[in-house]
């Protein structure tokens, strides 16, 4: 056999060997699991939350009232690649997808902020990948997520200290007791206020649903107008209730 057949048997020798060990190996395989230029896709995000609450398969995160919602998870590379993270809203009903990138760091974590403006249905899937220079990775998350946009019931006010009924009664600094309570079983706290500003005063309430008492004292004569206002754990408030007496002198 002369020289030139000797090396064109070699050749075709070696194809197959390769060929055998690629069939063998299979697509499966880590060296077949790269990319045509060697690289290896990002891992899937881990630690996805949504408000700081876990999203994760099988569990649901609710949220409420809000300007936006803070969503973060950790990316990672075998490469070190700096990438893209990927989050996914998918209306449960609709189908319509939501998508935000946001840039991430090998082993950080990486953060979006979703507007409650650009998810306006109620029941949403969420999941979160990672892209890098060549290849999107696998999907992590799958959480379901619950928007309430349903304020409160407005409470009503009681007192047999400074009834709503004309008066003069008491006088001022005189406390008296006032029961403020919504009809609606989500209701966590109270706000109420002499100064029609929501927020100047909390009242949380242990039970939800449940009525609070709470004892102020008017702090000055003549009519005084009480704003009270129901909250519930996702930040919804309810329509305001104003409670008129008349205090005396």
Request: hydrophobic share 30%; net charge negative.
């Amino acid at each position: 056999m002369n020289l030139s057949l000797k090396r064109n048997r070699a050749l075709f020798l070696s194809a197959a060997v390769a060929a055998t060990m690629a069939t063998s190996l299979g697509a499966s395989s880590p060296l077949y699991a790269q990319s045509a230029t060697g690289n290896t896709p990002p891992n899937a995000p881990e630690s996805l939350t949504i408000d700081g609450q876990p999203c994760g398969p099988d569990t649901t995160v609710k949220v409420g009232a809000a300007v936006s919602w803070t969503v973060t998870a950790t990316l990672s590379d075998d490469d070190g690649d700096n990438m893209d993270g990927i989050l996914t809203w998918t209306d449960t009903y609709s189908g319509t997808e939501q998508s935000w990138n946001t840039a991430g760091v090998d082993g950080l974590r990486a953060t979006w902020s979703v507007r409650s403006s650009s998810v306006p249905g109620d029941s949403y899937q969420v999941t979160a990948a990672a892209s890098d220079r060549d290849s999107t990775g696998p999907a992590s998350g799958g959480c379901t997520v619950l928007i309430d946009r349903t304020p409160p019931e407005q409470p009503t006010v009681t007192s047999t200290d400074y009834p709503d009924e004309g008066g003069p009664y008491g006088s001022p600094g005189e406390p008296g007791q006032f029961t403020l309570r919504s009809g609606s079983g989500d209701t966590a706290g109270y706000y109420w206020s002499f100064q029609d500003a929501v927020g100047d005063n909390d009242v949380p309430i242990s039970t939800l649903g449940s009525a609070a008492t709470v004892t102020l004292a008017p702090p000055n004569s003549g009519p005084i107008t009480l704003s009270v206002w129901a909250y519930d754990d996702h930040g919804n408030i309810s329509g305001k209730t104003t409670y008129r007496i008349f205090v005396g002198f």
